[in-house]
């Protein structure tokens, strides 16, 4: 089975100590977290056994999409377990996410306050660490201009452009005001061009890949109202004019995304089992993202507990 190909890659890089740069093997393992705003709660549960099990030294690089970034960045500064709470926190949540502002004509989901004020003043992120782990760390973003995904691996040198890249990855249309500018490039969320970043990691050279999904097996996105296509054409023409086509085709990339994830001959997908609660974009109420946090902890447990001798 494939899902045991990778599970049997873990095991084996655990049981020798291997570190990132002295591997034994000519694989390269990856881990992919899928975003999808407050659905993030669940790919942010499932990284906590990751880190609870000393698995991250194990893979060769992260990628994330949008908030599978987030939730990437707070793995691999070794974060991910002391910080779920902030997914419940009636504070840090409600200011982040206030459908309120939609009135005054200012950003839904306040990414700003996020990165620069909660990662920095009341749930300190560890930048350094991030900036200094062997295990690589690549946001992803799409392109305004051209509406392809983008790794800002290349584009992150100190905190400063490292926040900056947790914005652009994070940039979603209309909800969070408008792209984020790096190096005179503009950016705009990355789920509308890769929400799960398996293209670019096989263009990279994965060989294993684990992804930590947010969707369940049998959730289907509905086509966008007709009102909802006018406001976002409007919006994608002043703001990200080569973004519009992702977002239309957005579905069509995802069933690629899909195809991609269950063809390679390598891959393990943690998803939120069937049954569990369908969460909104900016869903806020603090027992579902809980529950959230806690159903993505147990499915990712479940999985990965057999790669180490003792469970936690």
Known sequence: MVTDTVLQLLRERKQQGSVPGQRGDNARLVLLIEGGSSRGAYSSGMTIPIEQLGLLPMFDAVYGSSAGALNAAWLVCGRAESTQHAWWDPIIMRTTINPRRALRR???VDTDFLVHKVYTEIMPM?????????VTFHPIATDAQTGEPVDLYEQIHDQSSLQTALRASTAMPLLTGGPIEIDGRSYVDAGLSEAVPVRTALAQNATHIVALRTRRTDETASAPARAERLLMSRWFARNAPGA??????REAIRAEEERLLASHPAVLQIRPPIGSAKIGRTERRAHLLREAVDTGRRVALNELAGCVEQHV
């Open 106 to 108: 200012r950003p839904v």
């Open 244 to 249: 519009g086509a992702s977002w239309l085709r």
């Open 126 to 134: 560890g930048f350094q660490e991030i900036l200094d782990s062997a």
